[in-house]
């Protein structure tokens, strides 16, 4: 029997919560840069020669999702340069609209690694939450000549029928709570992020009927660079299955676990987090 942590009951809380902080300036910039027909929107923080990607989740943006890696990352690792990005159509990477379709992470992971080859890292490692993980395991499998360290969580290569329960069950905004609702309405405003949110369901749910619900689970064997995995025990949107299964198909990753943890564990449990990825690219 496949079990659904907080069962589909609770849907929204801790699911897609996102950092309603304000990023402070320091060492912090934010640029844009274009990549193919796009003007990239990207949040820069160190400047060591190294370089990680921080690949936000469903609708997300650097600042939307990764205030505490931005911020905390660079105490930890010295010698990189933090990159957090607006995929297209995603924060300020707008015009364009988003285009949704089967395609959409795959196209994600070209977009990716062309702005770190435009931002001149010809390698970087990869830090993915949720969406951004199934796009990190695309771009390391797709490049891996460039992906050096790969870290994903709250992620998965394929939809599980009950998981499209979860997307219908998490469709409507208007039942979230406005602390839930807030980060995304100040992004996209509250006429237009229900709309993008919907699309992103049925995008999902597109993938489930056209590609059998496999998003890359082909590409797993490819995935060669080291590979963290960490995982939230009560994630309400990842069916545990998921877990055994990237740990079977991609050699030699490794896994961490957050007991208490649900989806978002880099913002719940960030300077914890922020430590286990440093020590994790530092022993590489």
């Known amino acids: 029997m496949i079990r659904v942590a907080n069962s589909f009951k609770t849907p929204i809380a801790g699911i897609v919560r996102r950092s309603q902080r304000t990023m402070s300036s320091g060492l912090t910039t934010e640029s844009k840069i274009k990549v193919e027909d796009v003007n990239i929107n990207y949040v820069k923080a160190g400047s060591g020669q190294k370089a990680i990607l921080l690949m936000p989740g469903a609708l997300g943006s650097a600042k939307t999702d990764f ?78 000549e460039a992906v050096e360290n790969l870290i994903i969580w709250g992620s998965n290569s394929y939809i599980h029928p009950d998981e499209v329960k979860i997307f219908e069950n998490i469709r409507d905004v208007s039942k979230w709570s406005e602390r839930m609702r807030k980060p995304m309405e100040d992004v996209y405003g509250k006429e237009e992020f229900p709309k993008l949110w919907s699309e992103w369901i049925d995008a999902m749910i597109l993938i489930f009927k056209e590609k059998d619900g496999n998003i890359c689970k082909e590409l797993l064997k490819n995935v060669s660079c080291p590979t963290l995995i960490l995982h939230g025990e009560k994630d309400p949107m990842l069916l545990a299955e998921h877990i055994p299964f990237l740990m079977k198909n991609i050699k030699g990753a490794t896994l961490h676990t957050f007991p208490d943890g649900k989806h978002n564990i880099h913002m719940k449990y960030a300077e914890d987090f922020n430590k286990i990825v440093a020590k994790f690219l530092a022993k590489l």
């Open 67 to 144: 205030v505490p890696q931005i911020e905390g990352l660079p105490k930890f690792l010295p010698n990189y340069t933090i990159i957090g990005w607006d995929p297209p159509g995603y924060g300020k990477s707008i015009p364009p609209r988003r285009k949704f379709n089967v395609d959409f992470f795959h196209n994600d992971a070209r977009y990716a690694h062309k702005l770190m080859q435009s931002l001149s890292f010809e390698k970087y490692s990869i830090a993915g939450w949720s969406d951004g993980g199934i796009t990190g395991l695309i771009q390391a499998a797709t490049y891996p």
